[in-house]
């Protein structure tokens, strides 16, 4: 199983690392229902500005966990990447 490094995760506050919300995002992600750790990661490994999923796994997440959904949705625009849903 591969864990998450909170330290990985930047903020775009001056570049610093908020580690409590991060750790309690991936703790959230982890626990999921939901294969959101899995974008989670991905967008962490790219610099790409998007990440494109489909329509189906969006209704999906948030209707399974529609909190979690948020906190990731929430998580991505503050690292200057855009939900792309396909």
Known sequence: M???TATAALTRDN???????TEGLE?????SRTDLA???EAARRTDL???VVTAQAV???KLREPQ???RFSLWLA????????V
């Open 2 to 4: 591969h864990t998450m």
């Open 15 to 21: 570049g610093r690392v908020d580690v409590e919300k």
């Open 27 to 31: 703790y959230d992600l982890m626990t």
């Open 38 to 40: 899995r974008f989670y």
């Open 49 to 51: 500005p998007y990440l």
């Open 59 to 61: 209704r999906a997440w």
């Open 68 to 70: 979690v959904f948020a």
């Open 78 to 85: 503050r690292q200057g990447k855009q939900l792309v849903e």
